[in-house]
Nanobody, 111 residues
Framework: QVQLVESGGGLVQAGGSLRLSCAAS????????TAWYRQAPGKQREFVAS???????NYADSVKGRFTISRDNGKNRVYLEMHSLKPEDTAVYYC?????WGQGTQVTVAS
């Protein structure tokens, strides 16, 4: 059983930055792709970014150039660096690995 725990969310002003962290219960992130998704109130969950076992990254168009996904195998963590945040980035952010999902962390961007 894989457990994923997100942290790092919070309230930030527009234009600010946050770093989200996803911690795993074991050394798994180097084996397969890990992704971040988000879900805003009243909207469907949407893809944000992913990183493969070979460190290839992919981003949603809405976050390209502002968000960066990275991985630290030694710490069993995947990060999402978010800069130039906009009110439309407000959502619960989820980390996912294969069929596993974390509980999410709230990001609120005030205008």
């Amino acid at each position: 059983q894989v457990q994923l725990v997100e942290s790092g969310g919070g309230l930030v002003q527009a234009g600010g930055s946050l770093r989200l962290s996803c911690a795993a219960s074991g050394n798994i992130f180097s084996i397969s792709t890990t992704a971040w998704y988000r879900q805003a109130p009243g909207k469907q969950r949407e893809f944000v970014a992913s990183i493969t076992s070979g460190y290839s990254t992919n981003y949603a168009d809405s976050v390209k150039g502002r968000f960066t996904i990275s991985r630290d195998n030694g710490k069993n963590r995947v990060y999402l660096e978010m800069h130039s945040l906009k009110p439309e980035d407000t959502a619960v952010y989820y980390c996912t690995y294969r069929q596993y999902w974390g509980q999410g962390t709230q990001v609120t961007v005030a205008s």
